[in-house]
């Protein structure tokens, strides 16, 4: 959590200022009803799904900025090329992950003596997997 400068201001208007940032910066347009925005005494808790992590980097940088923020509080706020890699690194060879909001679509083919239920097990371990989908071969 990144702490900020000292300054009253309605945490309605903070929360105003952010959301106003997300549908005027065309990469979050389509992020926006994966994200959550929540103000509270000028502590702002951003909670969801970007695309990409210049996405996300880019708004908790504009949040900082924003007039009567506190502090900013990330750490439940995911891009979907991390947790793609992330998985990725959990993955035996032929089988594909693909991400998107949250939900981790594998497909390909399993090894052999490799069972799907563990796969999905170790990929919903994973931070900011919401749901696993398989669709092996």
Not at 19 to 44: E, W
């Amino acid at each position: 959590m990144a702490e900020l400068k000292k300054s009253s201001r309605p945490d309605v208007d903070i929360e105003a200022d952010i959301q106003d940032l997300i549908a005027h910066y065309p990469p979050l347009q389509s992020d926006r009803f994966h994200l959550k925005v929540m103000v509270k005494d000028g502590i702002v808790t951003l909670a969801g799904h970007t695309k990409s992590r210049i996405t996300r980097g880019y708004l908790i940088e504009r949040v900082q900025g924003v007039a009567g923020v506190q502090a900013v509080n990330y750490a439940a706020l995911y891009d979907e090329e991390t947790i793609r890699l992330d998985v990725g690194r959990c993955l035996a060879q032929g089988v594909i992950a693909n991400a998107a909001y949250g939900t981790v679509v594998l497909t390909g083919s399993l090894p052999k003596g490799i069972e799907a239920a563990s796969v999905v097990n170790e990929v919903a371990r994973v931070a900011g997997v919401e749901n696993v989908v398989t669709k092996f071969d």
